[in-house]
């Protein structure tokens, strides 16, 4: 299986500051087709998770701007430019290249 | 419209069945792949099996393989999760979502799943 290893897991920030999250995939996801097949997620409290960024830095419809993703390698990164009271959750990065689907530990991120 | 209603979660005892129902609407059902994820209150998201658009293809994570099976009726733009020889371990909130890794990605409400003596 494809190990998904999240950092860090908790992550308080101050509205308007930026933040940033860090995923690493045990392999590489890029399909033959020239996409990652990664995702980001939010969790908010009481919901099912929403798509953030697919393929590894494309914004779902919807997700504001302040939102991006990026890839090196194994290494994917998603970035808040500036922190709003609604950001506030769990943020999962996930696989999708290979079976079993596999999720990063998740970011609790808090508003100081 | 919520586009994914799942229904059919409940209380249940060891070793007994349970059949996810997840209602799908508002959008071309039959052109997604489709998925179940679970998730224990509190923690982190489990996948647990796919199916392809017409149903000839279906993946299951290694804990559930030959105790759930996943299926969909494009006709009645459903997707469903039989569930048998349930332990206590499935206990989970299951997710139905559609499109999974996919620029369309949709997670359903989730069901209560309990398996409990």
């Known amino acids: 299986d494809i190990a998904m290893t999240q950092s860090p897991l908790s992550l308080p920030v101050t509205p308007g500051e930026p933040a940033s999250i860090s995923c690493r995939s045990s392999q590489s996801l890029l399909h033959t087709n020239g996409n990652y097949f990664f995702d980001w997620y939010l969790q908010k409290q009481g919901q099912s998770p929403q798509l953030l960024i697919y393929?590894?830095?494309l914004r779902a419809s919807g997700v504001p701007d302040r939102f991006s993703g990026s890839v090196s390698g194994t290494d994917f990164t998603l970035k808040i430019s500036r922190v709003e009271a609604e950001d506030v959750g769990v943020y999962y990065c996930?696989?999708?290249?290979?079976?079993?689907?596999?999720f990063g530990q998740g970011t609790k991120l808090e508003i100081k | 419209e919520v586009p994914l209603v799942e229904s059919g979660g409940d209380l249940v005892q060891p070793g007994e069945s349970l059949r996810l129902s997840c209602a799908a609407s508002g959008y071309s059902f039959s052109k997604y792949w489709m998925h179940w994820v679970r998730q224990v209150p509190g923690r982190g998201l489990v996948w647990v099996s796919r199916?392809?658009?017409?149903?000839?293809?279906?993946d299951y994570a290694d804990a559930v393989t030959g105790r759930f099976t996943i299926s969909r009726d494009n006709a009645r733009n459903k997707l469903f999760l039989q569930m048998t020889n349930l332990r206590v371990e499935d206990t989970a909130v299951y997710y139905c979502v559609r499109d999974l890794a996919g620029r369309e990605g949709f997670w359903g409400p989730g069901t209560l799943v309990t398996v409990s003596s």
């Open positions: 199916i392809n658009i017409d149903g000839t293809v279906t």
């Open positions: 393929w590894g830095f």
């Open positions: 996930m696989q999708g290249l290979q079976t079993p689907y596999t």
